[in-house]
């Protein structure tokens, strides 16, 4: 009777949490809670300082695009780091904008570096309203899987209302990718209808209906550690490539995108790997791809059945974006090619 109250107790709270977020303004204002929560753990700003190639690509941009005179917006400034980078190049004034009360430990590391430019500001961005138009709107507001900190609303309402016509968002360009790969063989996770473990066979599985409630939200994909990938099978060339610096930019993506992969490498395929790029210029880029070098960012391995695939095999696919700033809501789909 008890277990029986517990699991009538769990799928209540489950369906209350539900029906909350399909409210949107009730789900917008969880998800700000919990970004202000996340972002006031000093470790993750410890791990994204210490990620230096996030850090030198940002200072690099940053000096060679903030001007002598500027009016600079840094957007969730964080520790205040782009902000302490931008006071360098001699701007007229930089606003420094966070809702997490984390911001009075960036203005203590502003005093301490004797940096007085910036004005340190504790609120949404959609209630900042500065007494003059900015030249460069400053931010890191892209998430693992690149959307999920609201990056094209935040961006685009500052867009819309302060930055003036000739200024810039810095960055601006970006690049979304899902690679076929195949794994490491430490970091496989096969599917349990893939497993035949000293004689015991799991594989008629696959299509019983026993194991389908266990199937939960997340079922399907996995965050996949730094330098788990042991190949690339195909070309890399993004499923999705966008500026907010172009005029007629809109933020209205299609829910789904179907993408044709040719096979140029031999191997085994364990699944498709979600990474992007973050694109300051021909010169100045961040690749979250997980091989050679690895950034602070998670990448999202969409599993499939392992498969031997050859060169010259086409692998067509869709990404279905349910959400786009919600990835936990995105799925893919491969295509038949028999």
């Avoid at 700003?45 to 060679?64: C, G, L, N």
């Avoid at 693992?144 to 968002?169: A, P, S, T, V």
Wanted: aromatic share 10%; glycine share 4%; proline share 5%.
């Amino acid at each position: 009777m008890l277990t029986t109250c517990k699991r009538f107790f769990r799928r209540f709270l489950l369906l209350g949490i539900q029906f909350l977020k399909s409210r949107k303004w009730i789900a917008k204002t969880l998800y700000s809670l919990q970004n202000a929560k996340d972002f006031s753990d000093l470790q993750e700003h410890e791990i994204m300082v210490a990620d230096t190639i996030r850090v030198d690509s940002y200072h690099q941009a940053i000096k060679r695009y903030v001007k002598p005179g500027d009016i600079v917006l840094d957007l969730g400034t964080g520790t205040g780091i782009l902000s302490l980078f931008a006071a360098q190049q001699n701007p007229e004034k930089i606003y420094a904008i966070d809702h997490s009360e984390f911001i009075e430990v960036a203005k203590k590391i502003a005093i301490l570096n004797n940096i007085d430019k910036i004005e340190f500001i504790k609120e949404s961005s959609f209630s900042f309203n500065p007494i003059e138009n900015v030249d460069v709107i400053l931010h890191e507001q892209v998430g693992d899987d690149l959307f999920e900190e609201d990056m094209l609303e935040n961006i685009l309402d500052l867009k819309e209302r302060i930055l003036k016509k000739d200024g810039i968002i810095l960055p601006g360009k970006f690049e979304l990718y899902i690679e076929p790969v195949s794994l490491k063989e430490t970091y496989r996770v096969p599917f349990i209808w893939e497993q035949h473990l000293h004689g015991i066979d799991f594989r008629r599985l696959k299509n019983d209906p026993i194991i389908q409630p266990y199937k939960l939200k997340d079922y399907g994909f996995t965050n996949i550690p730094p330098h788990s990938i042991n190949a690339l099978l195909a070309n890399p060339e993004p499923i999705l490539a966008f500026d907010m610096n172009a005029e007629d930019f809109r933020a209205d993506f299609p829910t789904s995108l179907t993408q044709t992969k040719k096979i140029v490498r031999r191997g085994r395929m364990d699944g498709l790997c979600l990474y992007f790029r973050i694109v300051f210029d021909d010169e100045i880029a961040i690749d979250t791809l997980p091989m050679e070098t690895s950034t602070h960012w998670k990448n999202r391995l969409f599993r499939t059945e392992s498969r031997q695939v050859e060169p010259g095999q086409e692998l067509p696919f869709t990404l279905f974006m349910k959400n786009l700033a919600r990835p936990e809501t995105w799925s893919i789909a491969l295509h038949n090619t028999d």
